[in-house]
């Protein structure tokens, strides 16, 4: 047995699906399967039940207890590989969605490994195969859109941030407050941006009608805003700003559009050696973001 079947056998458990996790850990549906078998004819156990025609599988009672030894495993393999420290610098792997990585932590990366010292690994999800990563020790932190409940994680709000309704810059265009009844749920470019922010959408307009089209990333939202006529979205101040404020008009609502959170994900067992690494990272993030246009800070640390 080997730290990636280990891995494997969690994904799954997780998933509680053979093709979801082979998603997940970016590898082919029978390699999962293989890795799965390789664990169950070493220590001649079932791990799961498969039953024809269903999808989902089921953790059997063996594969409970095998469970909690391999979280086990987990950590301990991962205290192991953290007493090699391989140069003077600071090693953190973090994980983050789309719109968090490259609209508002990019330069502040950047200052971190050309002027704090601090190696980066850098990873870019959506928040659940984040919240996977999270739990199987890939990742040191993580900067998501939603909060997760765990046990072993850590989850706080670290700052919010105002959205606004906008459309393309056309001359015909005028800059003024406006009803969000004359906006069309037709010509809507739509990016669900949390559960929340899907539910108070769905109170203001009707979600029989199609939006002009989903997408998933905040530059797709502007290239299409920018494409098709009469067309509006909603999205983040980060994200507007990084499209440039003078391509777009923002439309004073007759509504209050909720703010935008961003969690921070971290694991409660910090290694000795690396809480140090934590704590530099939170005080040069922190004193990042307070100087960041438009966002509002919630925590002071963990």
Known sequence: MNYDEVVTFLTVANEKNITDASKTLFVSQSTVSQRIKNIENEFNIKLFEREKGIRNINITKQGEEFLILANQYIYIFDRIKSIQVTNHFDHLTIGGIDIVNSH???????????????????FTHHSNQLFNLMETKKLDMAFTYSRYPSKEIISKPLFSEPMYLVTSKRKEDEEKARSYLEFERSKNIYLKW????????????????NPYINVNTGNLLFKYLEDVDGS?????????????????????????????????????NISSYKRETYQKFQRYLLDYLSNVEGIYLFTKNF
Do not use: M
């Open 104 to 122: 508002i932590f990019y330069s502040f990366y950047k200052d971190l490994v050309e002027n704090k010292n601090i190696r980066l690994n850098i």
């Open 194 to 209: 949390s559960p929340q922010f899907d539910l108070w959408f769905s109170n203001h307009w009707n979600i029989k009608v």
């Open 232 to 268: 509006w979205t909603i999205a983040p101040l980060s994200v507007i700003k990084s499209w440039g404020i003078d391509k777009v008009i923002i439309i004073d609502l007759d509504i209050k559009i909720p703010n935008k959170y961003c969690f921070q994900l971290v694991s409660k």
